[in-house]
């Protein structure tokens, strides 16, 4: 099994309004993606956080393995929702992808 997590900050010039509606959207678009890829197991975007966090978001997701994460990220459905509800709004990515052993 593989984990995939990402962190997300947003644009600094995005309002808090705004990033309240995007974050709304990107969590949508995102998990209901489940049951759709072949291999993805479970995905969930955290979009609430404490005060002390630098991150606006966190995509947490599981995989069968490697080859299924791979599939997934070249995935029109992943990339429609990543380049719709995602990137155009965010400033840094952070990504940590390992194998649960």
Known sequence: MVKHIILWKLKDDISSTE??????NAKKALED????????KEIRLQTESLSS?????????????????????KHPLHLA????FVRPFTSQRLCLDFEVV
């Open 81 to 84: 929702a990543a380049d719709n």
């Open 53 to 73: 966090s630098n991150a606006d978001m966190m995509l947490v997701s599981c995989f069968e393995d490697q080859k299924s994460l791979e599939a997934y990220q």
């Open 19 to 24: 990033k309240t509606e995007i974050k709304k």
């Open 33 to 40: 993606l489940k049951g759709k890829i072949d291999g993805l």
